[in-house]
């Protein structure tokens, strides 16, 4: 359904925007930090399936775009590079301001952290606004099957990102420390995302 062409640049631009410090990393940093590896785990899974919410409205919403007017989808094409290169300055301006220390916990058990994990992934609007602006560019529309290649890049995504924050829900602990010892690293990772970004969202603009 993808071609390699689109499968690994896609994976691995979503593999180094998932390893970034943000707020869904964070909680699942800070959750296995404060209540233990499943915990962690638990929340961390919830929050990369939301994406699949986020796939859905993203698959429905470009696809009946391309089928209405090319013209508009060349619009919001341009209007989600310019949305990737804010992202991207923001991380540049702000890298390195998160503080784990700053993450609420919640003590739930793993299954209601799941879920809480999945809601707060699948109604967070930035989330929706991000996949309208990331998925997009992989998608080849000359192909005539934008839907499928959505779903599947959508997929990808919340695959990798349910290993990431699961990996990260595990090994929180020895992060966190490590975070702590290294406050240089926090700044590292958010100039490498705000790279990413930016050189996403130009890639976007002058696409056609």
């Not at 590896?37 to 919410?53: D, E, H, M, V, Y």
């Not at 590079?81 to 301001?97: D, N, P, S, V």
């Amino acid at each position: 359904m993808l071609t390699p062409d689109q499968f690994f640049p896609f994976l691995l631009a979503a593999i180094v925007l998932t390893a970034t410090p943000g707020p869904d990393n964070l909680m699942v940093l800070g959750m296995g930090m404060a209540k233990g590896r499943k915990q962690g785990i638990a929340f961390g899974l919830g929050a990369a399936s939301g994406c699949l919410g986020h796939t859905l409205l993203a698959a429905v919403g470009v696809s009946a775009l391309i089928a209405a007017s090319p013209a508009a989808f060349t619009v919001l094409k341009v209007a989600g590079g310019l949305y990737l290169i804010k992202l991207g300055w923001g991380a540049w301006r702000h890298a390195g301001a998160v503080n784990v220390a700053a993450v609420d916990t919640l003590a739930d058990s793993p299954a209601r952290l799941f879920w809480k994990g999945c809601l707060a992934s699948a109604i967070n609007p930035k989330v929706t606004l991000f996949f309208l602006s990331f998925l997009p560019q992989f998608v080849v529309a000359s192909r005539g099957d934008a839907p499928w290649q959505l779903a599947a890049l959508g997929v990808t995504f919340t695959l990798q990102a349910a290993v990431m924050f699961g990996l990260l829900g595990y090994f929180a602990g020895a992060i966190g420390q490590w975070l702590g010892r290294k406050p240089r690293a926090g700044v590292v990772l958010d100039r490498v995302a705000g790279t990413v970004f930016i050189a996403l969202g130009l890639k976007l603009i002058v696409s056609r």
